[in-house]
């Protein structure tokens, strides 16, 4: 799971159940960087479902 947010003990607070469920985390940075985050999961989603390759495509 990627991160943007401007307050960094809120990022950790936000990251550390998601670490602790067993999936990876990363902190991007600012909110500059939030604008980054869509895409790359836009296309997850099409690869997955739209083409079909389901949930093990992450």
């Known amino acids: 799971m990627f991160l943007a947010g401007n307050d960094e003990a809120i990022a950790e607070t936000v990251l550390a159940p998601v670490s602790k469920a067993g999936f990876a ?34």
Do not use: Q
Request: hydrophobic fraction near 40%.
């Open 25 to 58: 985390s990363e902190n991007t940075g600012g909110l500059d960087a939030a604008r980054l985050l869509g895409p790359p999961s836009l296309l997850n989603i099409r690869l997955g479902y739209g083409l079909g390759r389901g949930t093990a495509i992450a």
